[in-house]
């Protein structure tokens, strides 16, 4: 039952990794969400059969063990023949269909893993915390699993471990040759993969794959993304090039990373350079020499060529991917015209904690219009970017020398909005540093397609604005906001209203006028934090309304879709978890109603509770661990393992203990809202290994303790009976299956300290429930 | 002359002014349905006469596959292979009435695609030139616009990012493949007091219109206009 479990935990994990790259970021989720509803349904499956004849444990062990190893082989070739398109949800009725029938398919492998452990605890009902725990543990080491095995095996190929893992278990439960089968079937499927990844049309590879003459030219693979170049004729890369520019580009290799175009190679030379002076990106260069850059989020390379050729000597530039940086490599400085002294170099890793632990001054730190976070890769809702928070923009303020400079370059909206947030975010992070001389310190310029904001706590000298302004001008780009400018002035790119104006004015205005923007604008623009790192959603309850006026098929444009599909989800879940998980129970009968409403609320409230932390600790750890592959893996790995030696501790504790275990965990999930973040910051600077174990000391002891709560109920409240031990399992596969998508529109709305109070409260209605005297 | 046979030569003359206007079927089945799409896409902002006419005459239904054709008058894009498809009817309407088509406007279209776009400037007079990087769409574009009798448009296979020297200056140049940024070669390539729209930017399916305006002095300015997505699109279940 241990290699079942970590079979399809690591098939979760795969699974998240999988969305990300299939899909947009957003459905990455969707994974917790499925594997719950499976597990659910595994509940009412054994009601249901328990229902019409008595059964067999070890034969339904056997049974369950080679079914979730087969499932696990052709689940994913099923799920190849559904595609969604989560851009119509908003307007298509039939994508719900199909997404509720992905959502099925995809359960099927957990249904049949929860099967196995009922089986196991219907046949050790004197000792559920053993059988529980070993579940628990299997789960864990399948969370590393899934994430390892990405190190050595390209996505396709790795969705071969879950079906090899499960086929393990069989050995010692189930008929050998059937179990030499299964294992045969893994084998060859991580030989010559049957299955495929199907991205969506819309991501950048797929798009570059379909022009002319289009060839992959490398492709790796990693825990941390899947990264490929592609050389197509046809594909250029100069974001917000000026309209101004007569020169040559030059060829150009596109660079992904899960399917996302992450920047280009360029193969450089003296003729083509000239294209770097006319980018927005160049205007940090026009006013002053930057010899010490840092690039952070850098992909491809644009931008450590950019520093090169405006005569940078130390640049240092930033990725989570390894592969990008092997296929970016330098750039010929000599052809760049960089002096020979000067030196380029990657770091591998993640941006905050890079700045966190440097201790040098920069004249230039530079994000590129595609630095967000980890393209594709968030793990629990719409898109977390710790690039982007005040948090954030205030250490990269902390780190630049005298004169030195933060530039943001942002792709411009319809209507817009990440650089309306990118505006008052810089100006929060400027009123910290320079107080009352932030208004001599942000300057916007906006191309065609592109908002550069520049900070310098230092504030503008008059000689550097008229540079600025001067340059602008001969490449056609406006400067929306200089210091003491006191009327929009558009010369070149008009905007239906001078909005980027009118942020900047704001934001430079005081931390109650920025508010009072923010609040008054249609989107939701307030600056992101640590707390709520969603810097590229801008869709909340009230612009819902605004774009329901809108007509059919109009407004989706405007509907930054990540919402709709969260809620999509959401309705979605809890229908099918209600006619799959609640509805056979309801059927099914069983003892009385009294004792069902409080099984029902004891077992979804703890389910909601452990979801609800678990969610809000990936998300936060996140920022601890660099990526949301690593927070994903480790805090699954850690609350289950943890989790699992609390259940099987649990059989040594009175079941009357399951209260004070309840209250317990209220309290500390009180403590981890008020106390994890602040963890999480001071620790920034620390090194991986021992961020991973502060981490893993934080979360262990608080997850032996979520360990205890199911067996001691189970002990307490279902005492043996099989009928309400499938009851249980019914309402807590339901609460987990609604809590995923749930926890994510919490998080998006209030951010992750809410979340874990959130969590706190529902164990403390466990608590509740569960020190009434039955 | 008799009022009987000036009327017949009145209309005959009148005929003969409507500009490239092909031949059309008798019984056109689909003409309500492409009646009821030209009257959405008035009710949604487009007023051009020219524009609407050209879509009142051409039969968008010949220019999509034929397991499609059932969905042709509807008001979203449709796949038309390679990974392409056919672009919403309200924004053909859209982006034709900005470049406010009339009888001998020269027109580069870049992203020929099935043809429709240009078969809509042709039935507005214009002169068009279009290029398509697929070269089987662009010759199958091409033979299509041939049966159909819009002589006026002259398809070539090619990248668009160079525009079409050769027949350059354009009065509007209309680009109908997403691009991340605004190729020089077209701003080049358009004439002073002439206009070009085009999609940019790709953000997760959606980019932006931007309208690029030269002034006689040859200055050019641009204008944001509406959010659109010009993607391929899923077949649906499979």
Same mark, same amino acid.
């Given at each position: 039952m241990l290699a079942v479990s970590a079979g399809t935990l690591a098939y979760e994990v795969l699974l998240v990794r999988l969305f990300a790259i299939e899909q947009?970021?957003?459905?990455?989720y969707l994974a917790v969400g499925v594997a719950m509803l499976g597990v659910g349904a595994s509940g009412t499956i054994f009601t249901l059969a328990r229902a019409r004849r008595a059964l067999d444990p070890d034969r339904w062990l056997a049974g369950a063990t080679q079914a979730t190893a087969f499932a696990l082989l052709v689940t994913p070739l099923a799920a190849d023949l559904v595609t969604v398109d989560p851009t119509r949800l908003g307007w298509d009725a039939g994508q719900w269909l199909h997404l509720g029938l992905l959502q099925a398919v995809l359960a099927v492998p957990f249904a049949l893993g929860g099967l196995t452990t009922l089986a196991a605890l219907a046949g050790a009902t004197d000792r559920p915390g053993l059988v529980y725990g070993a579940s628990f543990a299997g789960a864990g080491l399948g969370a590393v699993a899934g994430v390892a095995v990405l190190g050595v095996l390209a996505p396709p190929r790795a969705l071969a471990l879950p079906a090899l893992l499960a086929a393990l278990g069989g050995?010692?439960?189930?008929p050998r040759a059937a179990t030499a089968l299964l294992l045969a079937g893994a084998a060859a499927g991580a030989a010559r993969?049957?299955?495929?990844?199907?991205?969506?049309?819309?991501k950048g590879l797929a798009q570059v794959r379909a022009f002319p003459g289009s060839r992959v030219v490398a492709e790796r693979s990693s825990p941390t993304g899947w990264v490929v170049a592609v050389e197509a004729p046809a594909f250029r890369f100069a974001p917000?090039?000026?309209?101004?520019y007569r020169g040559v580009f030059p060829p150009q290799r596109a660079l992904f990373v899960d399917g996302e175009l992450a920047g280009a190679v360029s193969q450089w030379s003296a003729e083509s350079r000239a294209l770097l002076d006319w980018q927005p990106a160049a205007l940090p260069y026009a006013f002053g020499r930057r010899r010490r850059v840092l690039v952070l989020g850098? @992909? +491809? !390379?644009h931008e450590v060529a950019n520093a090169l050729a405006h005569g940078a000597t130390d640049v240092t530039a930033v990725t989570l991917q390894s592969a990008v940086a092997a296929l970016a490599g330098v750039p010929d400085r000599e052809v760049l015209g960089g002096e020979p002294a000067g030196r380029a170099r990657w770091l591998v890793g993640d941006a905050r904690s890079a700045v966190a632990r440097t201790r040098e001054g920069y004249d230039l730190i530079t994000l590129g219009?595609? @630095? +967000? !976070?980890?393209?594709?890769?968030?793990?629990?809702?719409?898109g977390e970017d710790f690039h982007h928070t005040v948090e954030a923009y205030r250490l990269y303020l902390a780190r630049l020398g005298t004169g030195g400079v933060l530039a943001i370059t942002d792709w411009l909206a319809v209507p817009p909005r990440g650089e309306v947030r990118t505006i008052l975010t810089a100006g929060a992070a400027l009123r910290f540093h320079a107080?009352?001389?932030?208004?001599?310190?942000l300057i916007v310029v906006r191309s065609w397609g592109t908002v550069t904001t520049l900070v310098k706590p230092d504030g503008f000298r008059p000689a550097e604005v008229d540079r600025i302004v001067a340059w602008a001008a001969e490449r056609r780009?406006?400067?929306?906001?200089?210091?003491?400018?006191?009327a929009p002035v558009t010369r070149f790119n008009f905007l239906e209203r001078p909005v980027p104006f009118e942020a900047a004015r704001a934001a430079v205005g005081g931390s109650g006028e920025a508010r009072r923007f923010a609040a008054a604008y249609?989107?939701?623009?307030q600056p992101a934090t640590?707390?709520?790192?969603?810097?590229h959603a801008f869709i909340g309850r009230r612009t819902i309304a605004m774009l329901a006026e809108r007509g059919r098929g109009e407004w989706l444009p405007f509907a930054e879709w990540g919402y709709v599909a969260v809620l999509a989800t959401l309705v979605q879940s809890v229908v099918l978890a209600a006619v799959l998980l609640l509805l056979p129970a309801v059927l099914a009968g069983g003892h009385g109603r009294e004792g069902r409403a409080r099984l029902l609320a004891y077992f979804g409230a703890i389910g909601f509770g452990y979801l609800f932390a678990e969610i809000a600790a990936i998300q936060q750890l996140t920022l601890l661990l660099g990526h949301p592959v690593y927070a994903v893996a480790g805090v699954l790995a850690a609350l289950l393992v943890g989790s699992g030696a609390g259940s099987a501790w649990?059989?040594?504790?009175?079941?009357?203990?399951a209260a004070a275990a309840t209250l317990g965990l209220a309290l500390g999930c009180g403590a981890l809202a008020a106390g994890l973040l602040p963890l999480v910051h001071a620790t920034q600077d620390w090194g991986l290994v021992v961020r991973g174990v502060t981490a893993l000391a934080v979360l262990v002891p608080f997850a032996a303790g979520m360990g205890l709560p199911f067996a001691l109920g189970l002990r307490r409240l279902?005492?043996?009976n099989d009928a309400r031990i499938a009851w249980a399992w019914a309402a807590n596969g339901f609460a987990s299956v609604v809590a995923a998508p749930l926890a994510a529109l919490i998080a998006l709305e209030a951010g992750s300290e809410v979340l874990f109070l959130g969590a706190g409260a529902a164990y403390a209605v466990a608590g509740a429930v569960s020190a009434r005297p039955s | 002359m008799s009022s009987r046979r000036t009327g017949l030569l009145l209309a005959v003359a009148a005929g003969a002014c409507v500009p490239g206007r092909p031949a059309q079927a008798q019984g056109d089945p689909y003409a309500r349905a492409r009646s009821a799409m030209v009257d959405l896409i008035e009710r949604r902002g487009v007023t051009d006469s020219a524009t609407l006419a050209a879509l009142r005459s051409?039969?968008?239904?010949?220019?999509?596959?034929p397991e499609q054709r059932r969905g042709a008058y509807g008001d979203f894009p449709l796949p038309i292979g390679y990974g392409q498809t056919i672009s919403q009817p309200y924004i053909v309407g859209y982006m034709t009435e900005i470049i406010r088509p009339r009888p001998g406007l020269k027109v580069l279209e870049v992203g020929?695609?099935?043809g429709y776009q240009a078969a809509i400037l042709a039935a507005a007079g214009s002169e068009v030139y279009t290029v398509e990087i697929f070269e089987p769409l662009a010759t199958a574009a091409s033979a299509r616009l041939a049966r159909l009798g819009h002589a006026r448009v002259t398809v070539r296979h090619g990248d668009?990012?160079?525009?079409?020297?050769?027949?350059?200056?354009?009065?509007a140049v209309i680009v109908t493949a997403a691009a991340g940024y605004i190729p020089p070669a077209l701003v080049e390539q358009l004439r002073p007091g002439g206009r070009m729209i085009i999609p940019v930017g790709t953000v997760q399916g959606v980019q932006y219109l931007i309208l690029v305006e030269k002034d006689r002095g040859g200055d050019v300015t641009t204008r944001t206009l509406i959010p659109v997505r010009f993607v391929p699109m899923l077949e649906g279940l499979r």
């Open positions: 947009f970021h957003h459905f990455a050995w010692c439960v189930a993969p049957p299955w495929r990844l199907d991205l969506l049309p819309y917000g090039l000026s309209l101004a850098a @992909a +491809g !390379g219009p595609l @630095a +967000g !976070g980890a393209p594709g890769a968030s793990a629990v809702a719409v107080g009352e001389h932030a208004a001599r310190g780009f406006d400067v929306d906001w200089r210091p003491g400018l006191p249609p989107f939701d623009v640590d707390a709520r790192p969603y810097p649990s059989d040594r504790l009175a079941p009357a203990r279902a005492a043996g | 051409v039969p968008r239904h010949e220019f999509v596959p020929t695609g099935s668009g990012h160079f525009g079409w020297a050769e027949h350059a200056p354009f009065d």
